[in-house]
């Protein structure tokens, strides 16, 4: 099921026959790299997906979407939304990674902004957030770019991690 589409990318709900390619951007320590799980196994690749294929199951307008490079029709990572609570508040969360083959082109932005976007206009949020390790400073960048500002810093038992934010923006 298609979710979005943007210039160069189209996002699409995750399907089975995903996994592969998946599996070989989680198996990545360094596309895993600010990931507090790191890289994931076959199996573990295998349950999240599984768990993302119809959307969020809480959410299902949510979810963690493949993310289509449509000139060669790849899968080259998956980005999306993602509900969490945090300090007992809804939150929802703009989640990218993609293939290293891919970074600096401004894909990530794209698929990120279209997200947004989606958000904002056809789901009717009025907020979101990016959970940031500090060194990540692509991310923090990605972030910057959607109009996030720096909220807090938060840790866990992994470190210290950031929370951008933004509102919707007025009409
Ligand atoms: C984060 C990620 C999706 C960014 O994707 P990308 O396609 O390379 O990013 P873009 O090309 O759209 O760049 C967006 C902005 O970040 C900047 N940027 C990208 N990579 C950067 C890097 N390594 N260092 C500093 N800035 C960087 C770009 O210059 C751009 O800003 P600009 O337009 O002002 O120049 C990609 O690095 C990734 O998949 N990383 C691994 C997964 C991950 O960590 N996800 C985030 C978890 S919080």
Redesign the pocket.
Known sequence: MLILETERLLLRRLLPEDLDALYALYRDPE?????PDGTLTYEETKEELEWFLNGHPRHPELGLWATIYKPTNQFI?RCGLLPWTIEERDEVEV????D?A???????????RACADYAFNVLGLTRLI????PE????I??AR?LGMMLEKEMKDEFGSYLIYSRNKPPV
């Open positions: 596309i895993r790299r600010y990931f990572g989640a990218y990674l993609l290293k891919f970074w600096g082109q401004g894909l990530g932005f794209e698929a990120a990016c959970m940031i390790y990540n400073v692509a991310s960048n990605v770019k």
